[in-house]
T-cell receptor, first 117, second 111 residues
């Protein structure tokens, strides 16, 4: 079974530039998450999709971050314009839709390490 | 606001030692708690705990949940250098949807 695919693996940009990350979840996984992980911290949820609908984007800085999941499969996360504090690893994860309320485990991609200079 | 505390934040041991990692949480609508191991970038799944007092085991790793006292522990016996990683605790809330990650415990196992 193929895992969660993310690209690019690394990206270096200057502040005020824009950048986009791509994620392809595990086939059949309805739930897709984007996390931001700053060095030394745990992952922080940015946005969660169920199929192509947004479930939670309460921590997404909407003035500069945007995400979409067209057709309920692939997803793109964009930052425009980038700030120095956006330097982090951006992790995409996917899981099966929960039917019981308990949920299932999420599987993570390798992440994209973003450096803003 | 949901809160997850992990302790210790950092731990250095020698091969063969046994370690206990702690996770306490306050989340609304708690449903389950997951443990992940993060070696480089991608966290990998270890355990999902849903019921109090039932230990889950996988080789040298085991974990248990106490829903009354709102904490979980992860034990690793006979540690090996390959166990060196950050261990993340993630309770789920909101009817099994959202993960709330703790800061992680960085474990270093020396030969």
């Amino acid at each position: 079974e193929a895992g969660v695919a993310q690209s690019p693996r690394y990206k270096i940009i200057e502040k005020r530039q824009s950048v986009a990350f791509w994620c392809n979840p595990i086939s059949g996984h309805a739930t897709l998450y984007w996390y931001q992980q700053i060095l030394g911290q745990g992952p922080k949820l940015l946005i969660q999709f169920q199929n192509n609908g947004v479930v939670d984007d309460s921590q997404l800085p909407k003035d500069r971050f945007s995400a979409e999941r067209l057709k309920g499969v692939d997803s793109t996360l964009k930052i425009q314009p980038a700030k120095l504090e956006d330097s982090a690893v951006y992790l995409c994860a996917s899981s099966l839709a929960s039917r019981t309320g308990i949920g299932t485990e999420a599987f993570f991609g390798q992440g994209t390490r973003l450096t803003v200079v | 606001e949901d809160k997850v505390v992990q302790s210790p934040l950092s731990l250095v041991v020698h091969e063969g030692d046994t370690v206990t990692l702690n996770c306490s949480y306050e989340v609304t609508n708690f449903r389950s708690l997951l443990w992940y191991k993060q070696e480089k970038k991608a966290p990998t799944f270890l355990f999902m705990l849903t019921s109090s007092g039932i230990e889950k085991k996988s080789g040298r790793l085991s974990s248990i949940l106490d829903k009354k006292e709102l904490f979980s522990i992860l034990n690793i016996t006979a540690t090996q250098t390959g166990d060196s990683a950050v261990y993340l605790c993630a309770p789920r809330d909101n009817y099994g949807q959202n993960f709330v990650f703790g800061p992680g415990t960085r474990l270093s196992v020396l030969p």
